[in-house]
């Protein structure tokens, strides 16, 4: 069965411009959450998706949205790109909003110039 | 004050031997603690839960303590293959978002 996929899996921006990451979550799998991991640090919460509803937001700012889709999928968008988004961005499914084992994607490499 | 803390090492130790990790978080209705591995630039991925009661799974055993906010991993018999990034991981409450609070993360070289 295929894991949790992300597109695309490097890609360099410059400062000002806007980014779509997007993630498929496994099959079945209902909750999607996001994640930045800058290097040297451990993850941080961006955004819960489930039933293609929010139901939880990180510090970060409006600059960041996301959204989910009636298959589950997800993307993350980053606007006004600063050179400090550079980061790892993970994304997470599990099978209900609560309760369940986390399983993350390969991620996201965005490195802002 | 960060919500989880760890020692960020690195740790390096020879093959063979028993090395420990510890982490503190600060949100004392936390209810669900995990230990996630890291490889380089790859995705975390789940190590194990940690419970109250405590729990082994082979060379690792974690542990809880309510009382004083911290949990811990130790492994034994170290392996090469055991190196990586460990991250202490804690979701804040048993609210509705599984929000997962993660630690800097303890890097372990384990040297032939």
């Known amino acids: 069965d295929a894991g949790v996929t992300q597109s695309p899996t490097h890609l360099i921006k410059t400062r000002g411009q806007q980014v779509t990451l997007r993630c498929s979550p496994i099959s079945g799998h209902k909750s999607v959450s996001w994640y930045q991991q800058v290097l040297g640090q451990g993850p941080q919460f961006i955004f819960q998706?489930?039933?293609?509803?929010?139901?939880g937001r990180g510090n970060f700012p409006d600059r960041f949205s996301a959204r989910q889709f009636p298959n589950y999928s997800s993307e993350l968008n980053v606007n006004a790109l600063l050179l400090g988004d550079s980061a790892l961005y993970l994304c997470?499914?599990?099978?209900?909003?609560?309760?369940?084992?986390?399983?993350f994607g390969e991620g996201s490499w965005l490195t802002v110039v | 004050r960060k919500e989880v803390e760890q020692d960020p090492g690195p740790f390096n130790v020879p093959e063979g031997a028993t090395v420990a990790f510890n982490c503190t978080y600060s949100n004392s209705a936390s209810q669900s603690f995990f230990w996630y591995r890291q490889d380089c630039r790859k995705e975390p991925k789940l190590l194990m839960s940690?419970?109250?009661s405590g729990n082994e799974d082979g060379r690792f055993t974690a542990q809880l303590n309510r009382a004083s906010q911290y949990i811990s991993l130790l492994i034994r018999d170290s392996k090469l293959s055991d190196s990586a990034t460990y991250l202490c991981?804690?979701?804040?409450?048993?609210?509705?978002?599984?929000?997962?609070?993660f630690g800097s993360g303890t890097q372990l070289t384990v040297l032939p």
């Open positions: 940690v419970y109250s």
């Open positions: 997470a499914s599990s099978l209900y909003q609560s309760g369940n084992t986390i399983y």
């Open positions: 998706y489930y039933e293609k509803e929010e139901r």
């Open positions: 991981v804690v979701i804040p409450n048993s609210g509705s978002a599984r929000q997962l609070t």
